[in-house]
């Protein structure tokens, strides 16, 4: 009941958390166990206008919890064939029968991340950040000894950005905030998104003179709802592209040519003209479209031969495209939810991989108990571009 109640009322933070978790991902965990040590799961049943009407429940211990996410989701599904949203996926793909050669693979922080997204290096704090949106919370990897840390925080995040003055730029559905310090209050930088109701920040990506450009999308991932914005330094905002659904992976080429930007819903990726001087883009276009074997683009990265490293949600797998939209190499993974990769280390040789738990039932977790984890790997004669931090 105090979950379904939650649903309407935002005017204290645990139930806007709340709120925003059922949006995002289809299901809310109630966390307060009781003296039986089990927690609430519910997946909201919506009315045609998108109101709450009732929830299909469970009670589990907390590790059983999400895992009882798919099922509650689809029960919904049948009552109304909206709860959820249609665009969120339940069940991956199943795993690849094929052996693939691969790079030596390495969980390099075994996080059970809900949806871990978003890595970036900081060549300054010889560190790598991502977040987790739905815990939420931001995590950090130590690039001298490996250590791993984490911040919880009290809104959903789904970016944390160095930036230039010191600290982080976090996205989170406030607003772009910034942190000077880990730790530290977050104040208000710029919000691009916020004269537009149910919205939130997804994925984003610095180019080389400092400007962020950041996709926001609707919380429950409606259709063409989601806009591509660009942020200045001084916090001036920008609205570049709209009409997306799910707009994800950005990055741009080593020429600073072209920006490529993902919309996950659409299974395409897009490519820009970009004019870095002005920071203009022109001229959207088809750079790769994706069948539902191939799995969906999620985050990316580019390397310096100007190829594109693609996460592809429920297929196991990341793939690499050539500067022509080409399939040249697929690297398989132990999970079925890759969410985003970049390049790091000193030499940039290493690419980092985010992964998601979030909506795999038992079996799924099962035969892919590594799921959420951030995963490293050095391949052969490839490395990255180094990223711009937020020049604010």
Request: charged share 20%; hydrophobic share 40%; with cysteine.
């Amino acid at each position: 009941r105090a979950l379904l109640d939650g649903l309407g009322r935002a005017d204290d933070t645990a139930l806007r958390v709340a709120l925003d978790l059922v949006r995002t991902s289809g299901y809310a965990v109630d966390d307060s166990a009781g003296a039986d040590g089990r927690v609430n799961v519910a997946a909201p049943v919506f009315d045609v206008e998108g109101h709450a009407v009732g929830a299909v429940s469970a009670r589990a211990t907390a590790a059983r919890a999400h895992a009882l996410s798919p099922a509650l989701i689809g029960a919904a599904r049948a009552i109304t064939h909206s709860a959820g949203g249609q665009p969120m996926s339940i069940a991956p793909r199943r795993e690849p029968a094929e052996e693939l050669p691969a790079p030596a693979l390495r969980c390099v922080d075994p996080a059970r991340a809900l949806l871990g997204e978003g890595p970036i290096w900081s060549p300054r704090d010889h560190a790598l950040y991502w977040v987790d949106i739905l815990t939420p919370s931001i995590r950090r990897l130590d690039g001298a000894d490996g250590t791993s840390s984490e911040q919880r925080l009290g809104t959903m995040v789904s970016l944390a950005c160095p930036k230039a003055s010191g600290g982080l730029l976090l996205a989170t559905p406030a607003g772009l905030m910034a942190m000077d310090e880990p730790g530290a209050a977050m104040t208000l930088f710029a919000h691009p998104a916020g004269g537009r109701s149910g919205q939130r920040y997804n994925d984003g990506k610095c180019d080389r003179r400092g400007r962020l450009w950041v996709g926001a999308m609707d919380m429950a991932a409606a259709p063409n709802r989601g806009h591509l914005y660009r942020v200045d330094p001084d916090g001036r905002c920008h609205t570049m592209d709209r009409g997306f659904t799910v707009p994800n992976g950005l990055g741009f080429s080593p020429d600073g040519r072209t920006l490529y930007f993902t919309d996950t819903f659409r299974q395409t990726l897009y490519a820009y003209d970009f004019d870095l001087e002005a920071g203009t883009i022109a001229a959207r276009r088809t750079f790769a479209s994706f069948d539902a074997a191939e799995g969906k683009p999620d985050g990316l990265t580019v390397d310096a031969q100007g190829h594109l490293w693609v996460a592809m949600w429920d297929a196991w797998s990341i793939l690499r495209l050539a500067p022509d939209g080409r399939r040249v190499q697929r690297i398989r993974l132990p999970v079925p939810r890759p969410t985003s990769c970049c390049f790091g280390g000193a030499d940039l040789q290493t690419l980092y991989v985010t992964s998601a738990s979030v909506r795999l039932a038992e079996a799924d977790l099962a035969a892919a108990p590594q799921s959420g984890a951030l995963f490293a790997l050095e391949i052969p004669g490839v490395r990255g571009l180094p990223e711009t931090i937020f020049g604010g």
